[in-house]
């Protein structure tokens, strides 16, 4: 098993372009979530989607858009990139039996400039 | 969401055990204290979780106050391989997981 997968691994973006960061598990999973890690920073909630056709603000969820496409796969869309979203992000899921366990995606990092 | 307390980097020799605090004072009857870690570059992992009583798995052992105030994550015998941030969560919700700064584990040879 791959786990959790994230493409890109890493991407530059200039102020007002936009880009989806994809995100798949092949665990079965019914939850899935995105996270931001800003430089020295603990990880923060995005968005998560509790099952499929399912999806709920976390904690910034601000300038960004989600779309959970199936059960594997659920996608990030930053519409108009901004310096502030410079950040490492990160995709997880977890299944509905263990939704404590959390399962992490190796992240992607994207600069805005 | 309550909120936890940990020291923000702590040093261990390799193959002693390590105790990570972590204070959680305004913790709820309902809320599971999870450990997550967060290896250089990587994603974090799940450790450990537990309610109220001490919990032990492969990786590591949870030791829990009796008041709940407060719990410590054991690291029976440290390796290099264990350096990373470590990172105490209060969760009664099953979906979000909210992380603080976490403690940062430095592992000497």
């Known amino acids: 098993n791959a786990g959790v997968t994230q493409t890109p691994k890493f991407q530059v973006l200039k102020t007002g372009q936009s880009m989806t960061l994809q995100c798949a598990q092949d665990m079965n999973h019914n939850s899935m979530y995105w996270y931001r890690q800003d430089p020295g920073m603990g990880l923060r909630l995005i968005y998560y989607s509790a099952s499929e056709g399912t999806t709920d603000k976390g904690e910034v969820p601000n300038g960004y858009n989600v779309s959970r496409l199936n059960k594997r796969e659920f996608s990030l869309r930053l519409e108009s990139a901004a310096p502030s979203q410079t950040s490492v992000y990160f995709c997880a899921s977890s299944s509905r039996r263990s939704s404590y366990e959390q399962y992490f995606g190796p992240g992607t990092r994207l600069t805005v400039t | ?109």
């Not at chain 2, 261990?12 to 870690?37: A, F």
């Not at chain 2, 992992?45 to 030791?63: C, D, F, K, P, Q």
């Not at chain 2, 979906?95 to 403690?103: C, D, I, Q």
Request: charged content about 15%; aromatic content about 6%.
């Open chain 2, 1 to 109: 969401d309550a909120k936890t307390t940990q020291p923000n980097s702590m040093e261990s020799n390799e193959e002693e055990p390590v105790h990570l605090p972590c204070n959680h004072s305004t913790i709820s009857g309902t809320d599971y204290i999870h450990w997550y870690r967060q290896l250089p570059s990587q994603g974090p992992e799940y450790v450990i979780h537990g309610l109220t009583s001490n919990v032990n798995n492969r990786m590591a052992s949870l030791a829990i106050a009796e008041d709940r105030k407060s719990s410590t994550l054991i690291l029976h015998r440290a390796t290099l391989r264990d350096a990373a941030v470590y990172y105490c969560i209060l969760n009664n919700a099953g979906n979000m997981l909210t992380f603080g700064g976490g403690t940062r584990l430095m592992v000497k040879p």
